[in-house]
């Protein structure tokens, strides 16, 4: 059965998860905010699939009609090459690849154009394969989560999206608006909150550190299942931004032993190789412990998971096709692959 998240087993005696009320604070605007749809569950798997591939289109029809109808030369080895570049794999993952397809259509004396679509198929694969990662919830209560970002990766959107999968799979959520910076960024959080009936912890003046350790003891004291930190977009070159990030990663740390359990990056799929630049610079801040990749839909680039998996392999638990609910969904590489040259 599809499992949108994989969780630890819970005792029959466990008390139910709170029902934790709206905050009742008014949202000012409601920022570009996509309609609350209903939720895909087991039955929908293929409609995923179908989404995922016309999101990832762009990208895999560059790389597909390669081979049609081709023959196996340096030409399209060369085209192959141009493709995967494009598709910002970057020159390490994409040399990787060429150089292990070259070898494979040698070694099983592959004759065809399909063969080799098939064998680079498979080499995808295994590259991207250790990205991948099951999202558990369920080993601590609350599970802490930070988010972070560069500026408008996806970061509230994500959060609201997950709070409701969550809620779909009867996880108590409660969010903190840790983003006291970018106008109308609490607000943002609020509309997602009010939506679902999720309390949303938030200051009028903004310390982020001071709101998420608030969100920390309220998620303990409350019993709930999952506490989500927005935190405000920054650039990695931002240095006493990324030292602010730091501090509420260590605040909320003090907050409750070993938290934040997740420490994760929202990355932009439209961003091409500075993604790279982006996780080696978030993890070496952060020491994350996933990506979800975004906007994947509508992007010829994405390649870059290629360029991750080699660089600097950080799981990647969900990507993001599109701006509706079910649109966000775990990343499962065979899927990621099919989708891209199937
Ligand atoms: N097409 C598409 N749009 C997305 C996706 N995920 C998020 N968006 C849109 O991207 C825009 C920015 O999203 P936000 O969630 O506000 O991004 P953010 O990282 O919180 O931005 P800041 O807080 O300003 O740093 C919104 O319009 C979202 O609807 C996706 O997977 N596909
Ligand atoms: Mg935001």
């Given at each position: 059965m599809f499992s949108f998240f994989k969780k630890k087993p819970v005792a029959p005696e466990a008390p139910a998860a709170p029902v934790v009320a709206p905050t009742p604070i008014a949202p000012a605007a409601a920022p570009d905010l996509p309609d609350l749809l209903p939720i895909e569950e087991p039955a929908q798997k293929q409609s995923w699939m179908s989404r995922l591939k016309a999101g990832l289109s762009k990208t895999s029809n560059n790389l597909s009609i390669?081979?049609?109808?081709?023959?196996?030369?340096d030409d399209l080895y060369d085209e192959l090459e141009a493709a995967l570049l494009m598709a910002d794999a970057g020159v390490d993952a994409t040399t990787y690849l060429l150089d292990a397809l070259k070898r494979k259509v040698k070694e099983d004396k592959l004759l065809d154009a399909a063969a080799v679509k098939t064998a680079l198929k498979q080499l995808l694969l295994e590259l991207l394969q250790p990205l991948e990662r099951p999202f558990e919830l369920?080993?601590?209560?609350?599970?802490v989560m930070m988010i972070s970002g560069v500026n408008g990766a996806g970061k509230t959107t994500t959060i609201g999206k997950l709070a409701k999968h969550m809620q779909t799979h009867g996880q108590s959520v409660l969010l903190a608006a840790?983003?006291?910076?970018?106008?109308a960024a609490r607000e943002q959080l609020m509309v997602w909150g009010q939506r679902n009936n999720i309390t949303v912890i938030s200051q009028a003046s903004g310390d982020p550190a001071a709101v998420s350790f608030d969100a920390v003891q309220s998620g303990k004291a409350k019993g709930v299942d999952v506490v989500m930190v927005d935190t405000a977009g920054r650039l990695p070159t931002q240095l006493h931004l990324m030292e602010e990030l730091k501090k509420v990663q260590r605040v909320i740390g003090k907050g409750m032993d070993?938290?934040?359990h997740e420490t994760l990056l929202v990355i932009d799929g439209n961003t091409g190789q500075n993604a790279l630049a982006q996780v080696k610079a978030f993890d070496d801040a952060l020491k994350l412990t996933g990506l979800v990749i975004t906007?994947?839909?509508?992007?010829?680039?994405?390649?870059v998971l290629a360029a991750i998996a080699r660089a600097r392999p950080v799981p990647v638990y969900f990507i993001g096709v599109?701006?509706?609910?079910?649109?966000l969904q775990p990343f499962v590489a065979a899927e990621f692959v099919e989708a891209l040259l199937g």
């Open positions: 390669l081979f049609v109808g081709a023959k196996i030369d369920g080993r601590h209560t609350p599970t840790g983003d006291t910076f970018r106008a070993g938290a934040p906007k994947l839909d509508g992007t010829a680039k994405g390649g599109g701006e509706k609910i079910e649109d």
